[in-house]
């Protein structure tokens, strides 16, 4: 089977949306498919991988980490003739995303879209009418829901969410998977190699990005109470962002310092993100605005357990009270479940123990062949596409 995949996010970019998609490629070449990526370019970074073809683009200028298609690529109707594509699987319903579905419509091949985001919950990037571009954005990717012919969410939360925009499209819940073959091997010192944490503090580890939606002030906030009562206690954060700088400011205003207490990492490749995992004590995670959370099953497959706001996404992936504690959004009672956890070896061993297995239920391997399964579905009983691109953007037109 050959894949074509669009997407507006793609390496060197970090994200969970970029994780799923490696993750798949990886799995699904191991099934015997080939997989071709169709992303943004990135100024300077030098391509190492086979079968990815670069849109042209510019900084995004909210988030000059980001870059943004041109969905301009000479000659790609005599590429995708000679690529023959079985099935396109888009990653957005933005730029990529259409030009995928543009191409889906020519070839006459099944569209997928993964709706890896909740696209109503980024309007504060846009600096005016917030609100108004809250309900365009949910207007826009309902309205491309509709338009595929199959709809991959990665959490059953996601999937009422979707239900309840009366979206018709069928929706399947796969989630993406962790690659426990990656978690093997790994030192388990690696922070304390690296950075100056005293032997005897206990690590509370968040992975991600610095941004806004991941409610970060609200984990450091709720990390000094933890370290109140509990004062041999380090935070890290393996992550980079546009709140960086304002983050560590932040650290510095409630008295902490950057060097025991709140330790900023930057991101860091998988390979070293495992160390990191098996480094730490427990995994932390604030976010409301999750799909999935894919680092809370990667934090499980290093037999991590977790302390979580209870929010959309993650409460698919955490099972309160067996390998994690899920809480309201209340730092006070946030902070007592990462000092009750840690203050009692019995339930954070059996914590500890069912996060494993959590993540063995949910391995890479196990989610690509649910993914293949539902290619196979679709090119075996889907009729030739209807729709055009034309017709869709009418569909959207104020």
């Keep these: ?112 879209f993964t709706y890896h985001t909740l696209y109503d919950q980024y309007a504060h990037y846009v600096p005016v009418a ?69 032997a005897e503090n206990k690590i509370l580890l968040f992975v991600g990005r610095l941004t806004r939606e991941k409610n970060l002030q609200y984990l450091i906030e709720a990390f000094t109470l933890v370290k109140r009562d509990m004062p041999n206690t380090s935070l890290v954060l393996t992550a980079q962002g546009p709140l960086e700088e304002e983050l560590k400011k932040l650290v510095l205003d409630l008295g902490m310092n950057l060097e025991v207490d709140v330790i900023f990492t930057g991101a860091q490749p998988f390979d070293t993100l495992v160390d990191i995992y098996y480094s730490s004590d427990l995994f932390v995670f604030s976010s409301l605005t999750e799909t999935q959370g894919l680092v809370l099953i990667e934090a499980m497959a290093a037999a991590l357990p977790v302390v979580a706001v209870r929010a959309s996404g993650v409460q698919d992936m955490v099972d309160h009270g067996i390998d994690g504690i899920l809480t309201e959004c209340n730092q006070e009672e946030f902070a007592r479940a990462v000092i009750g956890m840690l203050s009692d070896r019995v339930l954070y061993q059996y914590y500890q123990e069912n996060a494993y297995k959590k993540a063995r239920s949910l391995s890479s391997a196990n989610m690509a062949l649910k993914l293949e399964s539902l290619y196979e579905e679709l090119l075996l009983g889907s009729p030739p596409r209807r729709t055009r691109i034309q017709e869709f953007i009418s569909r959207i037109a104020p």
């Design 130 to 198: 917030q609100e108004l571009v809250r309900e365009m954005a949910l207007r826009f990717s309902n309205n491309f829901c509709n338009q595929c012919d199959h709809i991959i969410v990665p959490s059953k939360d996601i999937k009422r969410l979707l239900l309840g925009y009366e979206i018709s499209t069928p929706i399947t819940v796969i989630p993406t998977g962790v690659p426990l073959h990656k978690f093997r091997g790994s030192r388990e010192n690696w922070l304390r190699k690296h950075y100056d944490l005293p």
């Design 1 to 112: 089977m050959k894949i074509g995949i669009f997407t507006d996010s793609y390496k060197p970019y970090t994200s969970g949306v970029v994780t799923s998609i490696t993750t798949f490629k990886e799995e699904m070449s191991k099934l015997g498919h080939e997989t071709f990526i169709f992303a943004p370019s990135y100024p300077d970074y030098d391509e190492e991988e086979a079968d990815v073809y670069r849109y042209y683009s510019m900084p995004s200028p909210t988030n000059p980490d980001f870059a943004l298609a041109i969905p301009v690529y000479p000659g790609m109707h005599l590429l995708l003739k000679k690529l023959d594509l079985d099935v396109i699987h888009v990653h957005s319903p933005f730029t990529m995303g259409l030009v995928g579905m543009h191409w889906a419509n020519r070839q006459h091949v099944p569209l997928l």
